[in-house]
């Protein structure tokens, strides 16, 4: 299950957990769409609460290739970076994937939430005069994963 909350923008907070469907996939792809859309600037926050999260659905990598060749120039636009948490047991096989080259934008992978939020803070939102309200984006998390 895939679930976000736009509450907080420029700060979009994605929760997966659990092995998504094709259809999943498809249906995020198409909120990603939504908010490019916007072409306003933000920054994700990606919470995957376990290994079967992490899990791409047969036939899904076609897709995902060709909508990030869409959608590419949208994202290097507007997306001011990405923090991802995964699983530690996950963590140093994920790390090892460049989510920064993939997207083209500043990326960064953790085991922790706390990690990730401090990351959100002083390499996206500092640098644009900017304030996250970690506070509010842990309530968003726990109340998204629960």
Not at 7 to 15: D, F, G
Not at 115 to 128: D, G, H, I, N, Y
Request: hydrophobic content about 50%.
């Amino acid at each position: 299950m895939i679930r976000h909350d736009l509450s907080h923008w420029p700060l979009v907070i994605t929760v997966a957990s659990g092995r998504a469907t094709l259809d999943d996939m498809l249906a995020f792809t198409a909120e990603w769409n939504h908010w490019l859309d916007e072409c306003a600037a933000f920054a994700t926050l990606r919470i995957f609460t376990d290994a079967a999260a992490l899990e791409h659905p047969e036939g899904s990598a076609q897709n995902a290739k060709k909508w990030l060749q869409e959608k590419g120039d949208a994202i290097r636009a507007q997306v001011m970076g990405m923090a991802t948490v995964v699983p530690p047991a996950e963590y140093e096989r994920v790390r090892k994937m460049n989510l920064e080259k993939l997207f083209g934008v500043p990326a960064a992978t953790f085991q922790d939430l706390p990690s990730a939020l401090a990351w959100l803070q002083t390499a996206v939102f500092e640098p644009r005069d900017r304030t996250l309200d970690a506070a509010a984006a842990t309530a968003a998390v726990e109340a998204l994963a629960g």
